[in-house]
């Protein structure tokens, strides 16, 4: 059984975290808990992870989760491995390219890393330009 929640989640990032990113945390844990179709809570002692999952024709698939450290990571190497359509993979790639300013090549990232939460959300806009991608990703992967 997990033993994480959005309540001790939060409780643990405030006090490992900067206000700034306990505010986009917070964020994005309401909208993994409202807009995910499967939220997996982690079951680790010290750190808490939630992890954002949509249905598809491959069954449930990650596209994304937190940690409690301020750390989120991106699936889009899992979702290569898995032959998710090239449309929908180069659609995420390129909205998380344009929000993050990052290189998401597969020659460049080659295995799925976190990234401190800190580095890449630095404005409201930002925050809302990425849960319009996962929830684009996300339709897409119903269809």
Request: proline share 3%; charged share 25%.
């Amino acid at each position: 059984m997990a033993k994480w929640n959005p309540a001790s989640f939060l409780r643990f990032s405030k006090a490992q975290c900067p206000a700034h990113v306990v505010n986009v945390l917070e964020d994005l844990v309401k909208f993994i808990t409202t807009d995910a179709d499967v939220v997996s809570w982690g079951r680790g002692e010290e750190t808490g992870m939630v992890t954002f999952k949509a249905r598809s024709d491959h069954g449930i698939l990650p596209l994304f989760n937190l940690t409690t450290e301020g750390i989120i990571k991106f699936y889009i190497n899992y979702l290569r491995e898995k032959q998710v359509a090239k449309e929908i993979l180069r659609d995420y790639q390129l909205k998380l390219e344009s929000t993050f300013l990052l290189d998401l090549n597969e020659e460049v990232y080659p295995t799925d890393v976190g990234h401190p939460v800190d580095d890449l959300f630095h404005t409201q806009n930002q925050v809302d330009k990425f849960k319009h991608a996962i929830l684009g990703v996300t339709a897409r992967l119903h269809q």
